[in-house]
């Protein structure tokens, strides 16, 4: 073994060291002797190095050692030697080297519970605790000292019962020793836990509470400047802990909390008094909180009723109602008077109530409201008690009031206690419905009950409040607001021990529609429609029968049949949008709270979709219809279509939300689709069955755009936000394998044609050789060629494991859009051939085109190829740019012979400069590629393509003397550099910064745009790349920016502004002395541009002339 210990002291790398350690662990009578052996370097003599060194070893055997191959007798032999050199370590020397090391040993062997003598626990802590008496412990390093804590906090946490046995006070008293000057935040964060684990489980007498209170309360509040190597928050938080931790602390704690309250301290300080004020309220036992809450109610009412700092006001609220909350926890006799929650609450609401008809401090009335909802907001005996005490005054005081000051302030104060007590029910209602004691669930019944009775016996007086303040003839917007507020408290109201409304059928009816008459009443102000929308929104989702029945019959009803836009339907169709923008406000931003009274039969969806469903059936039918019977409508069609994919948006979005809260909804059905049926409706709508008139295909069937009214044809934009709708459906968080409508319908009839063609319409499902028909575009006609869009929607939707349920062969019909897309007879819009390029890019990113041969062993990449070398034209080329896109973003193994094809025909004299603009394809954000339709887009795509294009690309254009190639280079690298990552670009900024700066030059708006961007990208990184072309870079920029009526700029607004944006960055980071030389001239320039045509151009050179201006300052 001593071997073992001077091959550790010899070893100079970590590994070693730890070989040594394994070799001395291996060996089964490892810790016999060990003390004996590394005597010589850690005892006597040994210097502090050997001496740390020699305890590291130590540590390190008994960190990876068996505890089994210790025996009892060597393990107490090696905590008293232990032991004894941290209690000797203020005498001996050599003793204080290494303390860390024998501390965390300690902590190790005392987690060895099944051989660890408890009298050691004892032996240890007295070692520790001697520390303080003979040396300050500030003279160790932060390490040690956190590790003779943790070793403190690890004893405590093991063997508590013996160490308070054995030591009683003095180890409280050596807590607070070792606590008296710890200023680190690591060690603070160890005795915060170990004085809570003290109050929790020690049982500590109150002079223990006192002693250990003055401790560690000196540092409350801890603030973040004297946390700097922790969190604030983590302190603050285990500081609070320590004194939430007894209820012997309460009297200490509430008087020094309530003073530093009351003290001028800063409002990051008065935050944590206030926080910790709250928590000790929350975990003090409830006669503790009793004893103290009138005097904390004292210390917290003026800062509420005169506070001017509002996030102080609502902090001491909720402090008030924290008190109300933890009193109403206990179960009380509700006819004594005398109970805790009844002296706190009845005496809170009487000094409010006294409030509320002083005419002298009517300054306080809303405060008091909102203390008072605080109260009700408490628990059912709460309310009832604010309900006693403040109702029958205030329905008699309402009858008093003359002014319209006073009645807007009165029905503000009634909202709130109505919300509070709303919201109070609906809670305890909440809490009822779990799984309780039958004892609770008897008692909380009971109090509920006795609630609503109290509530109730003031319905009749609360109704003529409000009924009286509806029908008030006052134009004032702010008390109609309340008002109509109030009026859907008490609309949604129950009695919710039995779940019935606490307004008749009538009344309900009447609230209803005066919310609905003033939500269509374009004449109002348009906070009030909003206000009634807000409200029809909270009302409908929890009674969907009077949705249906009446709020979403009254909006339709405003929609119109037809707008004539030829007389100008401007405001016509700005207010359809604002009935569909507040339909789907009110049925779509929430899921439905309740069932309908009598639900729909054989529905298939949750009850959660009830307003959904019912909105989106009729938006639909009312589309339906302006297609089917009216013309030239196409704006006031695509509002509609429009309203119809934000509703999906929005309720899809709120479902979500809803299972993150943990409400968990099944369908009925889990193959049935809940969107799917939207989808469906409106493909039938759109498309229809047709024959070829004409051409090779003849007359076989195909699926083309319907046609409108008047042989109108739905216009392509219309029929892509159609598309946009499956995809987001098919995308959506409900789809899954089972009920993919697409996928399903697939499954179940593998005897026809995939829906990614017949597109879900009947009689296409049956007609033979429709697949191949669908493929075949070249030569249109321009519906069929439309109904591609469609299909590309689908397929956009569809994730990566569906290749095979697609029921497509995705090689084939790649080849099929490339040839399509390419056809010069094609007779489509440029809507649809995009759809047929983007439907080519999916099936090579998404499902691997690419890799699937043809029958004569060929690739796709080989005929794409093939095409740009027999045949090239303008859209040969554009479409190798969006196969070089999709196989990039996968990086595909064709990738790079594609980009080196496209940048060999940049020397093209016919087309060069086309597909030099086409390379901004290759890392443009795609509407189809990309990760939400599951595509791939590889990181390292980035990197790949800059090492790829930009050496070659810089080179031909350094070498080629031809004007024209020269400017196809710099309009490539233009469009690749534009979307690099910063990173990339700051990696190689010394090579791309004077190609970039010529860039500038180039007529190609696009490019010069994008070079100036890149410019602002690298400048501030690269000071010395710009100094060294600084006349350029001024020269390049100042062409730019002059436009005169003489001389216009060749720079578009955007370009100019860019300009300038160059121009302003220079001063930041070019020495001073370099741009002096040069103000002047760019002063000139800047001047010029002061006088630019464009507002947002004449805004930044004022914001750069005074940026150059002051450098007459600096030079000064």
């Not at 590994?15 to 060990?34: C, F, H, L, W, Y």
């Not at 309530?258 to 975990?283: M, W």
């Not at 090239?872 to 190798?880: A, D, E, G, K």
Request: hydrophobic share 40%; with cysteine; aromatic share 8%.
């Amino acid at each position: 073994m001593a071997s073992g210990v001077v091959e550790f002291m010899a070893a100079e790398t970590e590994a070693d060291k730890s070989a040594a350690v394994e070799r001395m662990v291996a060996n089964p009578q490892v810790i016999t002797g060990i003390i004996t052996d590394l005597g010589p370097y850690i005892d006597g003599e040994a210097s502090m190095v050997d001496c740390q060194k020699g305890l590291e070893f130590l540590l390190l055997v008994l960190q990876r050692v068996d505890p089994e191959q210790i025996s009892r007798h060597d393990l107490s032999i090696l905590v008293e030697y232990l032991a004894k050199r941290i209690s000797e370590a203020g005498d001996v020397q050599i003793y204080r080297a290494g303390l860390q090391e024998v501390a965390k040993s300690l902590m190790t062997l005392s987690q060895m519970t099944k051989k660890f003598l408890k009298p050691h626990a004892t032996l240890i802590s007295e070692a520790v605790f001697e520390l303080p008496e003979k040396m300050t412990l500030r003279d160790f390093p932060i390490a040690t000292r956190l590790s003779l804590l943790e070793l403190l906090q690890c004893l405590l946490d093991l063997y508590l019962p013996a160490l308070k046995r054995s030591m009683g006070p003095k180890f409280v008293d050596g807590v607070v020793s070792m606590a008296s000057l710890e200023k680190s935040p690591s060690c603070l964060a160890i005795l915060f836990k170990v004085f809570e684990k003290l109050g929790l489980e020690w049982d500590p007498s109150p002079s223990e509470c006192e002693e250990m209170f003055g401790s560690f309360f000196r540092y409350f509040p801890i603030t973040p400047s004297s946390a700097t190597n922790l969190p604030a928050n983590d302190l603050k938080f285990l500081l609070q802990n320590c004194f939430k931790s007894n209820n012997n602390y309460a009297e200490l704690a509430f008087d020094a909390i309530l003073e530093k309250l009351d003290s001028d301290v800063s409002a990051n300080v008065k935050n944590d008094v206030f926080d910790a004020l709250c928590g000790c309220i929350e975990t003090y036992s409830i006669p503790v909180v009793s004893r103290y809450s009138l005097k904390i109610w004292d210390s917290l009412k003026w800062e509420i009723w005169n506070g001017e700092n509002e996030d102080f006001v609502n902090r001491a609220l909720v402090t008030v109602g924290a008190i109300a909350k933890s009193l109403g926890k206990q179960r009380v006799d509700w006819n004594d008077p005398s109970n805790e929650c009844s002296k706190f609450i009845g005496h809170v609401a009487k000094e409010c109530n006294e409030i509320l008809h002083d005419d002298s401090k009517k300054r306080f009335i809303l405060r008091s409201g909102r203390i008072l909802s605080k109260l009700v907001m408490s628990s059912p005996y709460g309310s009832t008690l604010v309900t006693r005490i403040c109702l029958p005054g205030l329905i008699t005081l309402s009858q008093a009031l003359t002014t319209l000051s006073e009645k807007t302030r009165f029905i503000e104060l009634m909202n709130l206690i109505l919300e509070a007590h709303f919201e109070c029910g609906k809670l305890e209602y909440m809490v009822l419905q779990q799984d309780l004691q039958p004892e609770d669930v008897e008692y909380r019944s009971r109090c509920l009950a006795a609630m609503d009775d109290s509530f109730g016996n003031f319905r009749e007086g609360l109704v003529e409040i409000y009924f009286g303040s509806m029908s008030d003839a006052s134009s004032d917007v702010p008390i109609r607001k309340l008002t109509i507020k109030g009026l859907t408290f008490l609309a949604r109201m129950i009695t919710f021990s039995n779940q019935e409304p606490l307004l008749s059928e009538f009344e309900r009816g009447t609230v209803l529609s005066k919310l609905n008459e003033t939500a269509l009443d374009f004449n109002q102000a348009v906070e009030l429609r909003e206000v009634s929308v807000s409200c029809l929104g909270s009302i409908s989702v929890e009674d969907p029968q009077a949705f249906i029945q009446f709020t979403l019959s009254n909006f339709m009803s405003m929609f119109p049949d037809a707008l004539d836009f030829k007389a100008g339907a401007e405001s016509g169709l700005s207010r359809a949008i604002w009935l569909l923008d507040s339909l789907i406000d009110i049925a779509c931003t929430s899921t439905c709270k309740a069932e309908l009274p009598k639900p729909i039969p054989n529905v298939k969806t949750h009850w959660k979709f009830r307003l959904f469903d019912a909105m989106q059936a009729e938006l639909i039918e009312k589309l339906v219809e302006s297609i089917s019977k009216h013309s030239n409508q196409q704006p006031y069609q695509m509002a509609v279509l429009a309203g119809i994919y934000r509703a999906l948006e929005t309720f899809d979005k709120a479902l979500l939300y809803d299972e993150s809260l943990g409400n968990k909804w099944e369908s009925p059905d889990p193959t049935f689709h809940p969107y799917a049926w939207i989808v469906t409706n409106l493909f039938r709508r759109c498309i229809g069955l047709f024959q070829h008139q004409e051409g090779p295909l003849k007359p076989s069937w195909y699926v083309g755009i319907n046609d409108v009214v008047d042989g109108e044809v739905l216009d392509d934009a219309f029929v892509t936000l159609i598309g946009t709708i499956a995809t987001y459906v098919l995308r959506s968080h409900t789809t899954s394998d089972k009920n993919n409508f697409l996928l399903k319908a697939n499954d179940e009839h593998p005897e026809e044609p995939s829906r990614i063609w017949t597109l879900f319409n009947f009689g296409a499902h049956t007609r033979s050789g429709l697949a191949a028909s669908q493929q075949h575009l070249r030569g249109g006609p321009p519906r069929k060629c439309s109904s591609i869009i469609l299909s590309t929607a689908l397929v956009a939707g569809l994730r990566k494991d569906a290749r095979e349920r697609m029921k497509i062969q995705v090689h084939e019909t790649a080849k099929s859009m490339i040839l399509n897309a390419i056809d010069m007879e094609t007779k489509c819009s440029r809507e649809a051939r995009t759809s047929m390029l983007q439907l080519m890019q999916l099936l090579v990113n998404k499902f691997g085109a690419d890799r699937t041969k043809f029958e004569d062993g060929k690739y796709l990449h080989d005929i794409m190829i093939e095409l740009v070398t027999t045949a090239p034209s303008p859209r040969v080329y554009q479409t190798l740019a969006y196969f070089s896109a999709a196989a990039l973003a996968a990086y595909e193994p064709c990738t790079t012979q594609l980009i080196t094809l496209m940048m060999e025909r940049i020397s093209d004299p016919k087309y060069g400069r086309k597909i030099a603009q086409s390379f901004s394809i290759l890392l443009a954000p795609s509407p189809v590629i990309n990760e939400a339709n599951f595509c791939t887009l590889r990181p390292l795509r980035f990197g790949r393509l800059y090492s790829l294009t930009v050496d070659y690309l810089v080179n031909v254009w350094r070498s080629s003397g031809d004007r024209e190639v020269k400017e196809s280079c710099l309009i490539a690298l233009g469009s690749v550099l534009r979307y690099m990552p910063a990173k990339n670009l700051q990696d190689n900024a010394a090579q791309i910064f004077s190609v970039v700066l010529a860039g500038t030059d180039v007529a190609d708006n696009s490019t010069k745009e994008a070079c100036m961007n890149i410019m602002i990208v690298l400048m501030p990184g690269n000071p010395s790349l710009v100094e060294e072309h600084l006349d350029s870079v001024i020269n390049r920029m100042t062409e730019r920016t002059h436009n005169t009526y003489d001389c216009p700029s060749d720079a578009t607004v955007e370009g100019r502004c860019k300009a300038l944006e160059v121009l302003a960055i220079l001063p930041s980071i070019v020495r001073t002395e370099l741009l002096i030389k040069r103000r002047n001239r760019v002063m000139k320039e800047l001047d010029v541009a002061l006088d630019d045509c464009s507002r947002e151009v004449r805004a930044r050179a004022d914001k750069s002339k005074m940026i150059w201006f002051n450098l007459v300052t600096i030079e000064a």
